[in-house]
């Protein structure tokens, strides 16, 4: 996958099963997109990418990497942008460690991840490692607001085809635990700046004043929040629900996000790993200690740590044998949701939950009813509400449902909860003071050693654009629009302040609603029941998890959205739907040579890049190309072409080949274009001659162990020998 100069459209290099499916439909896509004089480059801003592009100083000549996620945030920027981005890993420490010791083993001169820095080089190496962590990717890339919704086909194909539901039952003992007082939304302060402004943050204690963050910079018209969340409260919190989770005899899950809220979820985690293990850190915490437990790695880190201390380890199945029994991400093999803080995501975790019933596997290896603990309540009342919905009115049924589209505030890090350097655990007790260059105190919170204190924003340009953009789809549509805002939370009521003169002054006020989430949820569900559709208009961190919760309701899967975001400065981002980089694909394929990622999301997103590339640059080839993706998309679903999740049967490579055949197709019959007609004829005609060769040459790998060269930094022609096993389909497509 070389680069290629001043490309047309720029394909990114991501990680685990989406990186794997490129090396299988890039060369197809290459292939097509030549015909119109279109060129697809790509950029490397995979995990072991970011590694190695940080630590040049360090790398031989052949090694050293460019900052290829600098070089898209630029891109991203110019009115000329095309950019198909795949899911990246939104890197846990555990994950980054891992990463870190693939790429030594591969003799890359890394320095460790420093769990504990002392010295100056230490503190300066977490540094840039930590600028890696968590959702470091999509802040970069994302400037402009997020347009997520189900292509028509991929909606048409789940109401013909409707897939399986856990029945909902009214007595169900599944329920939502979340604060009622000490978390980030209890404690939250807003205000919209009337000029622009530089902020330093600061704690000040009995010893003195400690600058925590310096030469933060506002626009006039920012939103600009800070809030926090008291450790105590939390202890509390999570004490209580153990004990509660007990006597009800259902399992206990925490569902957090500690990928992209890469500050503040796997503190909250830790938490969580040390409330449940208590007394084990009670009566043994200088030893765990010494032995460099972190319970914000998890309870699997720990296990490790403590394999050789009989005594610790005895204590620790005595109180997992009187805890209640936990939901776990494998009970075959005992990993439990607090083993690894990225096992768990709240926006697949959750959904996953809800389309089975409210059920979720516990050690036993059966499914039970669960306590799903979300600690802070900002956004815990739409998975609440959806629970209480289901159990009054039952499963929601594919066939007949409508759909959820969803506009999100996104642009400019706007909303970046926790994944950004304005998020501390507080060291002792004091005060939090959010202070302007000239001298205003914006914002100051009492705080206690071990809070976890925040700060985020919403810029005006990209507030406006939103509410913009909502009105577009909403003229586009007709369909319920409803603005997912809080008018008693303090960022949210910032928010209303812009939006309902907007809607007023565009004379569009009766066209939307303005609900809190709770309400919101309630009144989407309510709609899309009907079969009727709706548009969710709301920030960011909904609408990440609102483009899991619904698809995977209506869809069994978050992966085939339609996932466009226009670029504020005129480009194109194109993004490859949600439902994360698949790590359990990858073991299968390691295992079976069998992998079971659906690349639907890309066969969209591509079309999307064609047709925006046509207008951009006039190019009508490039349209032909794009209306033809949309014919093919059509066929992999029409004929049942997409992966299989058993070996032996078709995978995701059968399902580029066929993708390809009913491209090419397309573009053989079409007749607006008669050089694009003439060129794909050939093709499509010896990929159906050859369509039962082809398969077979697919079939034949299946069932044995592959060889990658690498996890995280996989060896490129293993790789793409693994996937691109048919030498008759490479050699048709060239």
Known sequence: MAEQTSPDIVYTKVDEAPELASHSLLPVIRSFAAAAGVTVGVKDISLAGRIIATFPERLTDAQK???????????????????????NISASVPQLVAAIKELQGQGYDLPDYPEAPATDEEKEVRARYDAIKGSAVNPVLREGNSDRRAAGAVKKFAQDNPHRMGEWVSDSKTRVASMSGGDFFSNEVSATLDKAATAKIVLETAGGETVLKEGVSYP???????TYMSAKALDAFLEDEIAKTKDEGILFSLHMKATMMKVSDPIIFGHAVKAFLKPVFDDYGDELAALGVNPNSGLGDLLKRVEDQPAIMAEIERVMADQPPMYMVNSDKGITNLHVPSDVIIDASMPALIRAGGKGWGPDGKEADTNCVIPDNSYAPVYDEAIKFFKENGKLNPATAGTVQNLGLMAQKAEEYGSHPTTFEIPEAGTVKMILDDGTVLHQHAVEAGDIWRSASARKAPIEDWVNLAIERQ???????????????????????????ILEAKGVSDKFEIMAPREATRASLETITKGENTIAITGNV???????????????????????????????????GAGGSAPKHVQQLMEENHLRWDSLGEFCALAESLKFLADARDNAKARILGEAVETATQGILDNDRSPSRKVGEPDNRDSHFWFA???????????????????????????????DKIVAELAAVQGQAADLGGYYHSDEAKTTAVMRPSATFNSIIG
Request: proline content about 4%; charged content about 25%; cysteine-free.
């Open 65 to 87: 990497q460019d900052d290829h996620l600098a070089e898209l945030g630029e891109l991203v920027k110019l009115p000329h942008a095309n950019v198909i981005k795949l899911p």
């Open 220 to 226: 006039a018209g920012a939103v600009v929040d800070a």
């Open 475 to 501: 003229k586009a549509t007709g369909y319920r629009s409803i603005f997912w805002l809080d008018e008693t939370r303090a960022h949210d009521a910032e928010l209303i302040k812009y939006v309902k003169p």
């Open 542 to 576: 909904l609408r990440d998890y609102l483009t899991d919760l619904f698809p995977i309701l209506e869809l069994a899967t978050s992966a085939k959205m339609l996932s466009i975001v226009k670029l504020m400065n005129g480009g194109g981002l194109f993004e490859t």
């Open 661 to 691: 055949t009913y491209w090419a197709k397309a573009l053989a019959e079409q007749d607006q274009d008669a050089e694009i007609a003439a060129h794909f004829a050939p093709i499509a005609k010896a990929l159906d001659e050859n369509a």
